[in-house]
């Protein structure tokens, strides 16, 4: 597959609409962190090492025998606009597109696996899934793992578990991480708590826009921070906990605002669904706040004729990489907000007709 | 009362001071408390920058404190990973390790590190080459969900019931499937 296959302006395959909890969860994410014995970390390693690792790397993929078939890219062979585009899909990780050295990526043709190598550790393996799978995520990303141990000597101790640059991620080198929509929650400020409550359980909580981005369009990223001293099956599970009871919070906020205030709700969507589909310049905070405003009103059930896989998608078509894609060019940040805008319009206004048709089809299937 | 530096001027300024847990209180003057303060100790070392001070600070390690650091700079000298050239204080500067041989080399140190950021200091997961113990878990989960569906009809639930007896019969249906769903 070449490059223009994953730098399409569609939603990643991970970003559909099916899923557990699929209106609250928007995806499920598992991250692996895997080291070869006998090489250094990435950041003391010499060119030919990076360029060693890269190769066995790519060997043992293509020796296994998985379903999926991977494509692999150089970073340092692409363009700066694709780098980001890549990231914005969540495909690499900002650390590894700013990477010069023999750092590649190997992604599935379905996008829902990749595997970064040279990025902080030798592997970084991640799969992706739509809704709440934290088990069934985690499951493929375990099958790759044993079908990838066969062929790579990786760097384990019977103490410290899996090796790691960073202490960090040493032991089961497990990253989990869930994807939620918690408007209701903001709007009452009980977000708050909830991040404080999450921090004594040992996880964490981030915007999805990246650091900094705290609570862009009401979506915040849920993952564990420990990973040594608990086995995969207990980080699992304990976020898998901490994540329902979070839903059982939301949901509740929900009932009662929509109960207290339908009409200042109902105003509110519908207001933010004209922004999206007749303003002409867009910021992407602008952008991303509209858009959890529709959201919750596909939820709630006041707006009908938009599907949430149009605002999955629009969620991602929003970032800077995306728009600049769309426009063909690098653009400046006021030139972009025209231009978002104008993808907003194209987005939810003439193509809603043949969008619909396709979500119907894809119900079908 | 007087400065305790300079023992001339009169003491306005009380610094607090806490390590490891340990606090002291020192009392100078404005002329020698500024020699004193943190900050500006830290700006006349050219090797400290924030992020390890950073780093330090959350492996709980003193920085301030000169005479702890020299001589724990010298004992780790000693220690130097012998594939990377990594010290213990090269670690702590770069809040990463240099390579796998290091947790080897590392290993009487690092505990203290990892009881700070981790749950333990010693793995109980999976290891490379044993099968994963997925299917007990998924068994787990039913027994848990069966739980739930239990108290859903108790209390007449009924649409919660129908969710948790779907959800039941997908799990059973992974586990059938040797614990791995391949859609």
């Known amino acids: ?365 | 009362m007087n400065c305790e530096h300079c023992k001339e001027r009169q003491a306005t300024v009380t610094v607090t001071q806490v390590i490891n847990g340990q606090k002291s209180e020192k009392h100078y003057c404005e002329v020698c408390a500024q020699n004193f303060h943190p900050f500006n100790l830290d700006f006349h070392k050219e090797e400290q920058i924030p992020i390890h001070q950073l780093v330090s600070n959350l492996f709980g390690l003193p920085v301030w404190n000169n005479g702890v650091e020299k001589v724990q700079s010298t004992s780790q000298k000693a220690t130097q990973c012998p594939k990377c050239g990594f010290t213990f204080r090269k670690f702590l500067n770069e809040g990463k390790l240099g390579c796998p041989q290091c947790y080897e080399t590392f290993s009487t140190q690092l505990p203290q590190v990892l009881t700070k950021i981790q749950a333990g200091t010693k793995h109980s997961g999976k290891a490379p080459g044993t099968p994963s113990h997925h299917n007990e878990w998924i068994k787990k989960q039913i027994e848990s969900t069966r739980e739930q569906l239990q108290l859903a009809i108790a209390d007449e639930r009924f649409e919660d019931a129908a969710k948790l007896r779907d959800e039941i019969r997908e799990m059973e249906r992974k586990l059938d499937r040797g614990g791995v769903d391949t859609p």
Request: glycine content about 6%; overall charge negative; some cysteine.
């Open chain 1, 1 to 365: 597959m070449n490059l223009e296959h994953f730098l399409k302006s569609e939603a990643p395959g991970w970003m559909d609409v099916k899923g557990l909890d699929a209106d609250i969860v928007l995806s499920t994410r598992i991250r692996l962190a895997r080291n070869l014995d006998g090489y250094r970390f990435p950041l003391s390693f010499t060119d030919g090492e990076a360029q060693q690792i890269d190769d066995v790397v790519t060997q043992a993929l293509m020796a296994i025998n998985n379903e999926h078939k991977f494509s692999h890219f150089m970073i340092k062979e692409m363009p700066s606009l694709q780098r980001q585009v890549l990231v914005e899909k969540h495909l690499i990780s900002p650390l590894l597109a700013k990477k010069e050295k023999s750092a590649s990526v190997l992604i599935s043709n379905d996008e829902t696996i990749s595997i970064m190598v040279n990025e902080e550790d030798h592997l970084r393996i991640q799969c992706l899934a739509p809704g709440l799978q934290l088990l069934e995520t985690y499951a493929e990303a375990s099958k790759l793992d044993h079908q990838l141990e066969k062929h790579l000597p990786y760097a384990f101790n019977d103490t410290f578990g899996y090796l790691t640059s960073c202490p960090t991620n040493v032991g089961t080198g497990l990253r989990a991480s869930v994807m939620m929509h918690l408007p209701a929650l903001t709007m009452s400020k009980q977000i708050k708590v909830v991040t404080q409550m999450l921090a004594r359980l040992g996880m964490v909580v981030r915007g999805i826009y990246g650091e900094g981005s705290e609570n862009l369009g009401n979506i915040y990223q849920i993952s564990n921070q420990v990973t040594l001293g608990k086995s995969e099956e207990e980080i699992l599970e304990d976020l898998q906990n901490v994540v329902v009871q979070i839903i059982k919070n939301e949901r509740g906020a929900r009932e009662a605002l929509f109960k207290n205030s339908r009409i200042v709700l109902e105003d509110r969507f519908n207001r933010s669904l004209g922004i999206l589909k007749y303003a002409r310049i867009m910021t992407s905070e602008e952008a991303a706040a509209c858009l959890s405003n529709v959201r919750l009103g596909v939820d709630l059930g006041i707006i009908k004729e938009v599907p949430l896989h149009v605002l999955n998608e629009c969620m991602i078509l929003i970032q800077p990489g995306f728009v600049q894609q769309y426009a063909g060019t690098t653009l400046q940040a006021s030139e972009r907000d025209m231009y978002r805008a104008k993808l907003l319009r194209e987005k939810l206004n003439t193509n809603n007709q043949k969008l619909m048709g396709k979500g119907e089809e894809r119900y079908d299937v």
